[in-house]
């Protein structure tokens, strides 16, 4: 059995330097032309993510969103039913997305993503995107290739932010002492440059403030966390 829930959401980027690469920009450069982005309709694209552990409490974690930006964050915990959350990503995130596959250069076939070098087990991660008739998939545990380590670090910090976002949302329903300790960890999570879209925070955020229910620290911490994502989505 699968738990659906729906967030509205925005995006910006990752643990990753700040892109600031339009679609316009994208579209003009010549590897975009060799992948045919001049031509390419956002219907026609899609991404796709998707991590196995092999132990730990997590057992998967996956992202399937369509070139507009819509799509879901799924995720099981073991001996749990999944969870699915809807999720929408601001355009010039998806152009961010669209632009380190491109750099990846990752519907070149010749390519090799998988690392020869024997690596202890991190996970076995599937990625994969679709852009009109050209579609390709890549399974690895390990890459030492940096376009494809830009790719993972992408996927990698959004998952870590929607299953923040999902627990923070439930902790207001039936854990508000947890709620302080949520704060902090996220807070860490932005000064690691890991929020992959802040602006996804921003109702929690403000629920947590308005919440008379929750402890006078939390609120407080939640109003100062809700300034700090303003200015770092606006970086």
Not at 67 to 91: A, D, H
Not at 131 to 152: A, I
Not at 205 to 218: G, P
Request: include cysteine; charge should be positive; hydrophobic fraction near 40%.
């Amino acid at each position: 059995m699968i738990r659906r829930f729906c967030h509205r959401c925005c995006l910006i980027l990752p643990g990753l330097p700040i892109l600031e690469l339009s679609l316009v920009s994208l579209i003009l450069s010549p590897t975009a032309s060799y992948y045919g982005l001049a031509a390419a309709d956002s219907s026609q694209i899609r991404f796709f993510w998707r991590k196995d552990l092999s132990r730990g409490l997590i057992e998967y974690n996956m992202v399937d969103l369509d070139g507009t930006g819509k799509g879901t964050f799924q995720f099981k915990e073991r001996n749990s039913e999944s969870v699915v959350v809807g999720l929408e990503l601001r355009p010039a995130t998806v152009n961010t997305l669209l632009s380190l596959f491109v750099r990846a250069d990752f519907l070149n076939g010749t390519k090799d993503f998988v690392s020869p070098r024997k690596v202890a087990d991190m996970g076995m991660k599937t990625i994969r995107f679709e852009m009109d008739s050209q579609k390709r998939e890549v399974s690895f545990n390990y890459t030492e290739d940096r376009g494809g380590q830009q790719l993972v670090n992408f996927f990698e910090n959004l998952c870590l932010q929607e299953k923040t976002l999902f627990e923070m949302d439930l902790a207001l329903k039936y854990d508000r002492l947890g709620i302080p300790k949520m704060l902090d960890e996220l807070e860490k999570s932005m000064k690691a440059n890991r929020i992959v879209a802040p602006e996804r925070f921003n109702a929690v955020l403000e629920k947590i403030y308005q919440d008379e229910t929750v402890i006078n620290y939390a609120r407080v911490q939640a109003r100062k966390l809700l300034a700090d994502m303003q200015k770092y989505a606006s970086r």
